[in-house]
């Protein structure tokens, strides 16, 4: 996510810091629906919301020891992931000692309207491809999370992790040279 | 090691993620730099994890920064007495030892209640000394308690009821009676009143109301109008003769409403200042009213924002 982002001034990261509630919202609004569609990603639709708002509030509180060594979008970011990953194991935990039902995969939402033309064209191609590999393919290409993260995520085994990305890659490439991408 | 265009192809995706290690991820990259169709593919690979950026540009309905905002005030709030609970009891430790030294546990919580006391009394000296500024004040920072009505605006023009949905997603809702919200008010709200005027736009009847409940009041004593308990908005479902319905949300002073993004205009209306919006056809319109402000969401013309004020002012 952090090449499509301009940063944010320090200043504002620094006030946010004091807990200045002003400069918080701005860095809720400039990146809270970026990392809200890795955390769906990663949670699950259901829980996305919960974890988000807790994931932000630890967030704000770790924002003093943020040292301007990394971009800020890289840093927010991996909070997220990590918030999120420790909600996911709490889960699974409680999943275990509960004994309950598996619950269900968590659903892949439906894309909203985008208006550039590829990103339609690749919202169209993804709709095609099986919604666990999409979620695979999202999570290396998007949250750029590593495979033991997502092996973690998916629940599958982390050496099948490359094999399921080629697969997704693959099925995505002909989709989109179905739809006229020249590669 | 013999590398072929059958391994490759096997590992491709974790060669170009990092993920391989060794003297095999070299001879990968060998076998790349000879081979044109695996180097094909890898251009295609690298090409997709561009594309796929493009998602990320998108927006999502995240929940309202003011839940945030609440829950970390609520968290703010509560520190004192968590420092008060741990300095004088232990908070994990209160609880075994109330059984056998519960005056202990009474002197740490009187402790605690009377260093409060004393806190307000030094912060709240100043006001004696100024109070007119220091309400003006109190009520400008108490404006940070506020309604983002942008999601709820946005979807009212194709689903009405599912904006209503995300107020309630988004805020604490609870079922009331128009009378109840008058006495919570201490006095008429604006649907009750101007329906027993018949005034409110497009004939329209109110069909339920509800009670939303903000962050704690921060309203200077006795300049809260919405009643005890916390600062409440009342939201009113108002249905015309043909179906449709508006909403009517009233606030007291010290909240403000927010549309996020979208465009504000700062209009006359019959004389009265007002802050409007449009999306779709739709308009939500905000103004001061007696002692506090009233929204009012989904007035479809601007024949019936203006028959609001020409009825109403």
Not at chain 1, 18 to 39: F, H, L, M, S, W
Not at chain 1, 77 to 99: D, G, I, S, W
Not at chain 2, 113 to 126: D, H, Q, S
Not at chain 2, 246 to 266: D, M, R, T, Y
Request: contains cysteine; charged residues 25%; hydrophobic residues 40%.
């Amino acid at each position: 996510m952090s090449n499509l982002d301009q940063e944010l001034d320090d200043g504002t990261i620094r006030l946010a810091a004091k807990g200045v509630r002003d400069a918080q919202r701005r860095i809720y609004e400039k990146y809270g629906n970026q990392v809200y569609r890795t955390i769906e990603r990663i949670v699950g639709q259901s829980d996305a919301d919960d974890v988000l708002q807790d994931a932000f509030i630890r967030l704000f509180q770790k924002l003093p020891t943020f040292r301007f060594e990394s971009a800020f979008s890289t840093w927010i970011h991996r909070v997220m992931v990590n918030e999120a990953l420790q909600h996911l194991r709490k889960r699974k935990r409680k999943l275990m000692t509960t004994n309950f039902d598996r619950q269900p995969e968590p659903e892949i939402d439906k894309r909203p309207f985008i208006a550039s033309e590829v990103a339609e064209v690749i919202t169209q191609a993804m709709k095609q491809i099986e919604p666990e590999l999409r979620r695979i393919f999202e999570l290396k290409a998007i949250d750029e999370l590593s495979y033991a993260e997502i092996a973690e995520i998916v629940g599958i085994p982390e050496g099948t992790v490359g094999s399921r990305l080629n697969r997704a890659r693959r099925e995505l490439r002909d989709q989109l040279i179905e739809l006229g991408w020249e590669g | 090691m013999k590398i072929d265009c059958k391994i490759v192809q096997e590992h491709l995706s974790a060669w170009m993620d990092g993920e391989l290690e060794g003297a095999f991820t070299d001879g990968v990259q060998q076998h790349l730099a000879t081979c044109t169709s695996c180097a094909r593919e890898l251009v295609h690979f690298q090409k997709l994890n561009q594309l796929a950026h493009s998602f990320s540009a998108d927006s999502s309905h995240i929940p309202l920064w003011e839940m945030i905002e609440q829950r970390m005030n609520l968290r703010t709030d509560g520190q004192v007495l968590k420092n008060c609970d741990s300095s004088k009891l232990g908070s994990i430790r209160i609880k075994s030892r109330l059984g056998s030294r519960p005056w202990r546990a009474i002197f740490g919580v009187a402790a605690c209640f009377a260093a409060t006391v004393l806190m307000i009394v030094i912060i709240g000296r100043p006001w004696a000394t100024n109070r007119n500024s220091m309400d003006r004040s109190a009520v400008e920072q108490a404006t940070n308690v506020s309604l983002n009505l942008q999601p709820v605006v946005e979807q009212f023009q194709s689903d009405p009821q599912a904006s209503i949905r995300t107020l309630k997603k988004h805020y604490n809702l609870e079922d009331l009676s128009l009378a109840d919200a008058d006495a919570s008010f201490g006095r008429l709200t604006y649907v009750s009143k101007y329906w027993n005027d018949d005034a409110l736009p497009g004939s329209a009847t109110p069909e339920s109301t509800m009670l939303l409940s903000l962050s704690s009041c921060q309203c200077p004593k006795g300049k809260c109008t919405c009643g005890d308990g916390g600062c409440n908005c009342v939201v009113s479902v108002c249905r015309r003769p043909d179906g449709s319905i508006f909403l009517v949300f009233e606030q007291c002073q010290s909240q403000s409403v927010s549309f996020g993004n979208l465009p504000v205009k700062i209009v006359k209306r019959n004389g009265l200042e007002v802050q409007e919006t449009w999306f779709r056809g739709v308009s939500a319109i905000s103004f001061d009213w007696l002692s506090g402000k009233v929204v009012v969401v989904g007035l479809r013309s601007d024949s019936e924002v203006d028959s609001l004020f020409a009825n109403n002012f």
